[in-house]
């Protein structure tokens, strides 16, 4: 990433689909570009979620890993005849998280 922002371009943001975050948000910050870059990554962790009181990550989309396993486990609780029904399906909504609503985790299904 370091190699790519030293080609003399700025980018307006960036946006990372998988890890790294930890890593893209060093090499922001390395060229000096926390306050003009807008990053926005993914996966909450540890890790990720310490960027954000620290203006180094921007936005960090997740999703509900929970509703996901219940949703699988269901899927297979009905296909070995354990549940009478089939499941319900219920996609999966993101989680977004910034630096204005960190600590509250609502997935964005609740809100619309």
Known sequence: MITLF???TKPLGVYRVAGGTSGVANAIKKM???NDVVYIGHQLNESSYTLLPNNEIDVIIDQD???EAVAAVNVLLHY??????PPTYTPSAPIITS?????VR???AYLG
């Open 99 to 103: 630096r204005e609503n960190m600590g």
């Open 6 to 8: 030293k080609s003399g």
């Open 32 to 34: 000096g570009w926390t």
């Open 80 to 85: 070995h005849n354990v549940l009478p029904k």
């Open 106 to 108: 609502i997935p964005l």
């Open 65 to 67: 890993l929970r509703a």
